[in-house]
């Protein structure tokens, strides 16, 4: 005889199948992986030619609608208002994030050159305040570093 599945029935498979492991079951699965910790001397990433206009966007948007208290709205309207944009309008923040970006090229340049040098800021101050070197030898070793960044640039 045939016997019909009841509700009572079904959702027992289904939380029989869609069960999350816990405890030692879960264990016996791979080690994740935890971040490495940020380093706070680490320069940030620049802004994008978006973000750059959405800046200025915001601060017009808020005297225009100073009663609006939803970032998404704001968010919204101005990515109708990018998308609505010229090449030609654009240009200014193209070339205002294209700046950023070579600052930060620069900027990052120099941090890694002292991470691979296993030097902190901290020691680099030091080094630049010992009377013992002599100030054409610094002088010489900062060209040497320009010279390096510019042929990395090419």
């Not at 030091?126 to 042929?151: A, C, F, I, M, Y």
Request: proline share 6%; net charge positive.
């Amino acid at each position: 005889m045939k016997r019909g599945k009841s509700k009572v029935d079904a959702p027992k498979k289904a939380d029989t199948k869609l069960s999350v492991k816990k405890g030692p079951e879960r264990a016996s699965k791979k080690p994740r992986k935890t971040k490495a910790d940020k380093d706070p001397n680490k320069p940030k990433r620049p802004p994008s030619a978006f973000f750059v206009f959405m800046e200025e966007f915001r601060k017009s948007f808020k005297e225009k609608n100073p009663n609006n208290k939803s970032v998404s709205v704001v968010g919204k309207a101005g990515g109708d208002k990018w998308k609505s944009l010229s090449e030609a309008e654009k240009a200014p923040y193209v070339a205002k994030a294209a700046k950023f970006k070579t600052e930060y090229t620069k900027k990052i340049a120099a941090y890694n050159k002292n991470q691979s040098g296993g030097g902190s800021h901290a020691a680099a101050d030091e080094d630049e305040s010992d009377k013992s070197k002599s100030e054409v030898n610094d002088d010489d070793e900062e060209e040497e570093g320009s010279e390096e960044e510019e042929e990395d640039d090419e």
